[in-house]
T-cell receptor
Framework: DSGVTQTPKHLITATGQRVTLRCSPRSGDLSVYWYQQSLDQGLQFLIQYYNGEERAKGNILERFSAQQFPDLHSELNLSSLELGDSALYFC????????????FGEGSWLTVV | DQQVKQNSPSLSVQEGRISILNCDYTNSMFDYFLWYKKYPAEGPTFLISISSIKDKNEDGRFTVFLNKSAKHLSLHIVPSQPGDSAVYFCAASANTGGFKTIFGAGTRLFVKA
């Protein structure tokens, strides 16, 4: 158990819909990261927050957005969903500063039908 | 733009032998490197890391080697065990412009009994 909690574990929704994925980081971790893994693909970095502020941005679509709340949990919002958005979405967290190992949650499986 | 490349999608090794997984990177600003192991339907788990000030880090059966001039790192597993069969991701991060960590596409390791 990494200490990173993601909900829901599985989600099936229709094209055009909007979903929210939730992440609780490890206790004390200030950084939260979101990654996307499509079938047999690598981990694509989406976005990172540090103590409530956006710190780094990767290949995140404009239809997607994220935020980190004062209690440090984070949400990833996916809207106008397309079939190609079906993937495993991972949240990860790390402690303060550079060189800290990031720890992953078990992921949220999103299936768009 | 793939900044972290794992050119071998898969590797098959006999139990007891050495497994060598390779990773190349292009961004000379990367100065912290990590390896993660991932089983199906689970989140990636941290395995071992290395800072750019070192060229080798060892943890039990796992050793990571870093060749900065070649922008290359490798993970050695000796001896390989069937339980090591998983997807291995190489990752790199830089202490500039945020702490985002970039992952390679992964190498699937099969250890045959």
């Amino acid at each position: 158990d990494s200490g990173v909690t993601q909900t829901p574990k599985h989600l099936i929704t229709a094209t055009g819909q909007r979903v929210t994925l939730r992440c609780s980081p490890r206790s004390g971790d200030l950084s939260v990261y979101w990654y996307q893994q499509s079938l047999d693909q690598g981990l694509q970095f989406l976005i990172q927050y540090y103590n409530g502020e956006e710190r780094a941005k990767g290949n995140i679509l404009e239809r997607f957005s994220a935020q980190q709340f004062p209690d440090l949990h984070s949400e990833l919002n996916l809207s106008s969903l397309e079939l190609g958005d079906s993937a495993l979405y991972f949240c990860a967290s790390s402690g303060r500063g550079f060189g800290n190992t990031i720890y992953f949650g078990e992921g949220s499986w999103l299936t768009v039908v | 733009d793939q900044q972290v490349k794992q050119n071998s999608p898969s590797l098959s090794v006999q139990e007891g032998r050495i497994s060598i997984l390779n990773c190349d990177y292009t961004n000379s600003m990367f100065d912290y490197f990590l390896w993660y192991k991932k089983y199906p339907a689970e989140g990636p788990t941290f395995l071992i890391s290395i800072s750019s000030i070192k060229d080798k880090n060892e943890d039990g059966r796992f050793t990571v080697f870093l060749n900065k001039s070649a922008k290359h790192l490798s993970l050695h597993i000796v001896p390989s065990q069937p339980g090591d069969s998983a997807v291995y991701f190489c990752a790199a991060s830089a202490n500039t412009g945020g702490f985002k960590t970039i992952f390679g596409a992964g190498t699937r390791l099969f250890v045959k009994a």
